[in-house]
């Protein structure tokens, strides 16, 4: 373009520009005036057990990524509701490793919304070879990152 073709756009760039800055500042003003005519605090409403501003719940969200950043993250998708960690070994237990899954299933906060799953492996001879990973280590992962997200969404109502 050149600079005969800019000098043409620029006024109507200019007044779509203060157009659109009038129409900001009146729809703000509007907003508002609307919050003040309740006599009290603007009131906004949460669902329970629902809070998906990305593609699953929030809350069961920002509680397993709590939960599992004592590992490198490999893969994190909100809207797939997938998190997957690298390999970790505890720096006190060097000869084992474990890759922890979550994958949240819904958008509610239930205990069914959500399923982890952990691979271990242990070093025999320099090699990584797969060992079983306990049940209870598993349900342990999925009560606390239930017990989070149920945390995350009392502090969200009661404030």
Partial sequence: MTRAHTALFRP???RTLRSATRFAVLGGAAVAL???GGGGRPRTELQAAQLNTIGVNAYLWRAA???VSFAPLLQAD???GVIVTDWYANP???NERVKV???ILDQDLRADALRVAASRQV???GNWVEAPVQAATVQKLEDIILTKARDLRRQAISS
Avoid: R
């Fill in 12 to 14: 109507a760039f200019a």
């Fill in 92 to 94: 006190t237990n060097p």
């Fill in 101 to 103: 899954t979550v994958t």
């Fill in 78 to 80: 909100s809207a797939g």
């Fill in 65 to 67: 990524l709590d939960t």
């Fill in 34 to 36: 609307a919050a003040c």
């Fill in 123 to 125: 070093s025999e001879g």
